[in-house]
């Protein structure tokens, strides 16, 4: 019954901007804390983002600091990644991720999306 829904991948040269949606439904969903993780070809999936429930406090990893924004919107059940600066090392599946503790989601999420693919050509 959880489903996570990622949309908004695409075909993009270096230096350029995507923001990334995920539609959340199944769940309460400001008692969850989400995450991003990317899975490029041949590559293990690492994690990217991750915020809170209560949207305090936001987590990232080191390659996308200072480039990327995650946010959500409760009203909305919609959870982003706002991606700038886009290098072709950012060239993976992305995935939304959802576990009721923030620590969780950046380890073991519960609940995963089906991915949107991001390419970044240079």
């Known amino acids: 019954q959880v489903q996570l829904v990622e949309s908004g991948g695409g075909l993009v040269p270096a230096g350029d901007s995507l923001r990334l949606s995920c539609a959340a439904s199944?769940?309460?969903?400001?008692?969850?804390?989400f995450g991003w993780f990317r899975q490029a070809p041949e590559k293990e999936r690492e994690f990217v983002a991750a915020?809170?429930?209560?949207?305090?406090?936001?987590y990232y990893a080191d390659s996308v600091k200072g480039r990327f924004t995650i946010s959500r919107d409760n009203a909305k059940n919609m959870v982003y990644l706002q991606m700038n600066s886009l290098k072709p090392e950012d060239t993976a599946v992305y995935y939304c991720?959802?576990?009721?503790?923030?620590?969780?989601?950046?380890?073991?999420?519960?609940?995963w999306g089906q991915g949107t693919q991001v390419t970044v050509s240079s």
């Open positions: 991720a959802g576990h009721p503790s923030v620590s969780m989601v950046t380890r073991a999420p519960g609940y």
């Open positions: 199944g769940l309460i969903f400001s008692s969850y804390a």
């Open positions: 915020i809170n429930w209560y949207d305090g406090i936001r």
